[in-house]
């Protein structure tokens, strides 16, 4: 505190926020403020926060002004492929930045910039419209500080090719000549089978390298090896190069382990006293086929006198064993959440927890979180009670077997109770979409590797009705949660997804118009619901649906309820997998102290923190699965062209442009390209009118949405692309309807 009873902080922005404030230097603003001794080194200290956090920024001759002073603006810069990025503000409800590729200076996708606000750009959506056009100008933080990538050699340097296409530099390294110490450390058995050897990396070799100072863009980066991970073609190094990029935790420090070996692997008798008994009640979990941690089972019961249904909903109860400030539970909040690669699992806990003690496995005694939903014939909920239970699941069923049951009659108690259970859920499923809930579920393709990693196999999972039933009832126990918190204002961590940005709803429009389909007004919800409607089971679909949620703000965690949008729903959190996100931790934690006095002592700051936290070691982990499962596929695809007699796919035509097709792979979900160069039975021309290729000889016609065969006729693992052949040259004509 300074003298007059205001922090340094505080006098320093109300200096700069005063109308006559010229720019000063730290010195100046020291002797403005009447500072000396002590406080002039906490002027220092604090300026250097205040820059850091954003709400200040410095300018020429290290002077400080605020950042909307100087037309400049604070946040995270994404980066595209293509080499321009956007930069989102870290003030909330401000519009993206566009900065073109020259723009970026030297810093890379992630890193918090500050950019100088150049000039206004007409928007794709309208000529009348203007988008902020940006150019950074100072790197405040980098996301990371290493980078991975393939060692290389020419006549006079070593260099390092990065993984990441984003970054388009590639960055000089010394001859090194032996490992450090990190990768033995680290490594676990399983990595060490390409064999490092002491004598340093060789080219061709997967390295971590940590980044020198870079300050110019018009000269490489230099670097540092810290780390070999091996030959790029030994089995695993793909996987582990992953993980280095997105810097996931492979080992649990001792301290963590040691406290989860302590834990009993059964349910002991003197931890169920005072729980909800359970155990007579026919409770089953539905899980994927490899699933090996089930933490959502439910069970639900026909009431015959008024028609409507019990649902209960049972949840792993992590924090019995999870106790706030453990170790345990300071390694969970790290890491967020577990992230899921085509080879391996990283778990947010230990698997004597996520795989053992917590896990809803069947014929044995678990200590679950419960929640007791009552709803009347038409769907609507009665009552929620919530509170400690303990469980022995019945069944453990696969959504294979359950989607196998859900299609013959009921037959049996287990057959039954599984179709009063898509009864209830069938209902909820429309009157979620009747309030306005947006129909955003796609299929994913499941990668299976045989034991050296290698992909054999891809195959599309559908969003069928067992997948549905899980869904609908995980969704009600979520909402039922955050209603009963939000009721009692108990201070808590929600899901929300926010209102979309109107200008990039027009612009989707405008991406929608490109397809042919008519559409009115996406900012009302309905619109959006028929136009989704309209392309459902369309060749188009897949595209369309993630053109949209492109469009949408991403979903995130919150200290307040914003609601969630996608879902039409005001109240909304995470309850339902505290074994693999923190964020459920955190809910079971406030649900289960609700009536106790602590609860106002929680600090609504903490709260805010650990939700960013969480928010973004969840994008990480999004970015490391989708990369993940997105190489596995080129590898596929890569082996094709060494097949003696390659796969054909099936594929539709997406786009048609004057270089060739644009193709969707339906049973793989990927795309890639038909050059015009490759349609060898005639010469094809662009017809930019009717968005088609039409043959100068037998006028023959490609356009969106025909059906095609396909075979690979080139992959780039790089650029993560790959060209496609046609197999046959008769396309089958989309039926589609306008």
Not at 383 to 388: I, M, Q, S, T, V
Not at 572 to 582: C, E, G, Q, V
Not at 611 to 623: D, G, L, M, V, Y
Request: proline share 4%; aromatic share 6%; net charge positive.
């Amino acid at each position: 505190m300074t003298k007059n009873g205001r922090t340094v902080r505080e006098k320093i922005l109300a200096l700069l926020h005063a109308p006559d404030y010229r720019p000063q230097d730290r010195n100046e603003i020291s002797r403005t403020l009447g500072l000396k001794g002590r406080e002039r080194v906490a002027v220092r200290k604090t300026l250097r926060e205040l820059e850091h956090a954003g709400e200040i920024v410095r300018i020429r001759q290290n002077r400080y002004v605020l950042p909307s002073e100087a037309d400049l603006i604070t946040g995270k810069l994404s980066i595209h492929q293509a080499g321009y990025g956007f930069l989102v503000p870290e003030k909330a409800g401000e519009p993206d930045i566009f900065i073109a590729a020259e723009n970026t200076g030297t810093a890379m996708n992630g890193d918090r910039v500050v950019a100088r606000i150049s000039r206004d750009i007409p928007s794709r959506r309208a000529k009348d419209r203007q988008r902020s056009e940006g150019r950074v100008i100072r790197i405040l933080e980098r996301a990371r500080d290493t980078i991975v990538g393939t060692l290389q050699h020419s006549r006079n340097f070593y260099y390092v090719v990065p993984d990441d296409p984003r970054l388009v530099h590639d960055v000089y390294v010394k001859p090194v000549a032996a490992v450090s110490d990190r990768r033995r450390k680290e490594a676990s058995k399983e990595d060490r089978q390409s064999e490092i050897v002491a004598t340093g990396p060789r080219v061709g070799d997967k390295v971590v390298v940590r980044l020198e100072a870079w300050e110019s863009r018009h000269v490489n980066p230099e670097g540092e090896i810290v780390e070999v991970l091996g030959a790029a073609s030994a089995p695993g190094i793909d996987m582990l190069s992953i993980i280095r990029k997105y810097d996931l935790p492979t080992e649990f420090p001792k301290s963590v382990n040691d406290e989860a070996n302590r834990i009993p692997k059964s349910v002991e008798q003197r931890m169920i006293n005072g729980r909800d008994d359970l155990r007579d009640k026919f409770i089953v979990t539905i899980d994927p086929d490899d699933a090996r941690d089930f933490d959502d089972a439910i069970d639900v019961e026909k009431i015959d006198n008024d028609g409507g249904w019990r649902l209960g909903v049972h949840i792993a109860d992590v924090s019995a064993y999870v106790t706030l400030g453990s170790a345990l539970d300071r390694e969970a909040r790290r890491r967020g959440n577990s992230v899921y690669l085509p080879d391996r699992v990283i778990p947010m806990l230990p698997e004597r927890l996520s795989n053992g003690v917590c896990s809803l496995n069947p014929d044995v005694d678990r200590l679950t979180h419960s929640v007791f939903i009552q709803f009347d014939k038409s769907g609507r909920a009665k009552n929620a009670r919530f509170g400690k239970s303990v469980i022995r699941s019945a069944k453990r069923l696969t959504y294979k077997e359950a989607y196998a049951i859900l299609k013959t009659k009921p037959n049996g108690e287990l057959s039954q109770r599984l179709h009063i259970a898509w009864e209830l859920a069938s209902l909820l499923r429309r009157k979620r979409f009747e309030h306005g809930s947006l129909d955003l579920d796609f299929p994913e393709v499941k990668v299976y590797l045989d034991p050296t990693g290698k992909p054999i196999r891809l195959e599309r999972v559908e969003n069928d009705e067992s997948h549905q039933l899980i869904e609908e009832f995980m969704l009600a126990a979520n909402e039922a949660v955050a209603r009963e918190l939000r009721h009692r204002s108990i201070a808590t961590v929600y899901r929300v997804h926010e209102d979309p940005d109107p200008e990039k709803l027009g612009e989707y429009r405008e991406f929608i118009l490109s397809f042919g389909y008519k559409v009115g007004d996406l900012s009302h919800r309905k619109e959006i619901q028929r136009f989704l409607a309209s392309i459902r089971g369309k060749p188009e679909e897949q595209a369309l649906k993630i053109g949209l949620l492109k469009s949408l703000k991403r979903a995130r965690y919150a200290a307040q309820p914003l609601g969630h949008y996608g879902l039409a729903k005001a109240n909304y959190l995470h309850f339902t997998s505290p074994i693999r996100r923190y964020a459920d931790l955190v809910v079971h934690r406030t649900l289960a102290e609700r009536n106790s006095p602590r609860q106002s002592k929680i600090d609504i700051g903490q709260i805010e923190s650990m939700a960013e936290h969480i928010s973004e070691t969840e994008r990480n982990a999004a970015e490391a699965e989708i990369e993940s499962v997105r190489l596995k596929k080129l590898q596929f695809f890569e082996q094709q062209l060494e097949a003696r007699n390659p796969q054909v796919f099936r594929a539709a035509v997406m786009e048609v442009r004057n270089y060739g097709l644009v193709v969707e792979l339906p049973d793989a979900l990927v795309t890639g390209v038909v050059h015009v160069s490759t349609l060898a039975d005639d010469f094809y021309r662009f017809d930019a009118a009717q968005r088609c290729l039409i043959g100068r000889r037998t006028n023959r016609r490609y356009s969106v949405g025909d059906e095609i065969r396909v075979f690979v006729a080139r992959v780039d693992t790089f650029k993560r692309q790959i060209d496609f052949a046609i197999a046959d040259s008769t396309p089958k004509k989309s039926q589609r309807r306008r």
